[in-house]
């Protein structure tokens, strides 16, 4: 009993430490810090990610397109970008052996003494002389040939390559007047055949055109019923109550999870007056909270570059609770579940 006691108790630890950790990750908010600066000479931005107080801290860093990350947990630090160079190791001194220092080249060694004179027998040789044994007979020279028979000899080859090609000199023998007859015929010949196999094909165009018509027609009806196949679904009620479904969902996550403090500079610019105009309203609209101090510097001459500097500041944080909230909601929904059947088929 003492044994079914402990085990109990150990499988309770267990499952308590279990619990304990989801609900750490569900409730405990994951804290951001973000950082933007633009301007003449430099481009930053930077990101703090936090839980549990900073015990796990990741750091982000892009300076002048260079990233640099680093994680802290529990104290302990280590950078993932870049990665730390590995130092290598100099070079170990290799240990020559005494057959290679007596046979490197050739040299002798003559040990304290090195300035005297090498004996004769230790004395170099020259490779042609020392490759050549000593009984070998001398080549007899051979005596060149004069200018004039190296000249004569040049111009043999021309001759034969003349007399092999049917020219005697420089002049060619000129087609007869049968040979004229006979390559007319042959491109006269040739033409009607191309007009012949060209009128032969003719009868076969409008077969052609009228398959590729029916092709075109066939995929306007395959995409028309494909429209007519979403638009079908998009009328569905249960197609309408899942799009309600989700915009009330994205509305309560923007509620929590939305940055809950903004601050910084913002001066920008197009070269068309209407676009900054339209950027800034669309800005007016997103920022008026109170938490939210921005403040905007629209440059409107026209016929300018792209501006686009300043710097930003954005704070909050995130809890996983409410993003499986949401996710459970959707999952559990079976319009959701008909609608993506649907989809796939």
């Not at 040739?190 to 590729?212: C, D, F, M, R, S």
């Amino acid at each position: 009993m003492a044994i079914l006691k402990i085990i109990g108790i150990l499988l309770a630890v267990v499952l308590g430490l279990l619990v304990l950790g989801v609900l750490l990750i569900l409730f405990v908010p994951l804290r951001y810090q973000l950082d933007f600066e633009r301007g003449t000479g430099s481009n930053l931005a930077r990101g703090k990610f936090g839980w549990l107080a900073h015990l796990i801290l990741v750091t982000a860093k892009l300076e002048n397109n260079k990233p640099y990350v680093t994680v802290r947990i529990c104290g302990f630090t280590k950078q993932l970008l870049p990665a730390a160079e590995k130092k290598e190791k100099p070079p170990g001194k290799r240990k020559k052996s005494k057959n290679s220092e007596d046979s490197e080249d050739g040299e002798y060694d003559s040990g304290p003494g090195q300035d005297q004179e090498l004996p004769a027998d230790k004395k170099r040789l020259p490779e042609k002389e020392a490759s050549k044994p000593e009984n070998a007979p001398k080549e007899e020279s051979v005596p060149e040939k004069p200018k004039e028979v190296k000249a004569v000899l040049a111009k043999e080859p021309e001759k034969e390559e003349d007399v092999k090609s049917g020219q005697i000199g420089s002049s060619a023998e000129r087609p007869g007047p049968l040979e004229k007859i006979k390559r007319l015929y042959n491109k006269v010949k040739t033409a009607v055949l191309k007009i012949y196999g060209i009128l032969v094909h003719i009868p076969e165009i409008p077969g052609k055109l009228l398959k590729k018509w029916q092709g075109i027609q066939n995929k306007a009806e395959a995409v028309r019923k494909k429209a007519e196949h979403y638009i079908s679904i998009w009328k569905d009620e249960g197609t309408q109550a899942v799009f309600m479904l989700s915009k009330d969902q994205i509305r309560f996550l923007w509620k929590h999870l939305h940055p809950r403090k903004i601050q910084g500079k913002l001066r920008y610019g197009f070269e068309d007056p209407s676009i900054t105009g339209m950027v800034t309203g669309g800005l007016y609209i997103i920022l008026p909270m109170s938490f939210y101090e921005v403040e905007l510097l629209p440059e409107f001459e026209p016929d300018k570059p792209l501006i686009l500097e300043g710097k930003l500041l954005i704070k909050g944080h995130v809890r996983l609770c409410h993003v499986a909230k949401t996710v459970w909601i959707l999952f559990r929904n079976k319009d959701l579940r008909k609608l993506i059947k649907q989809l796939k088929a």
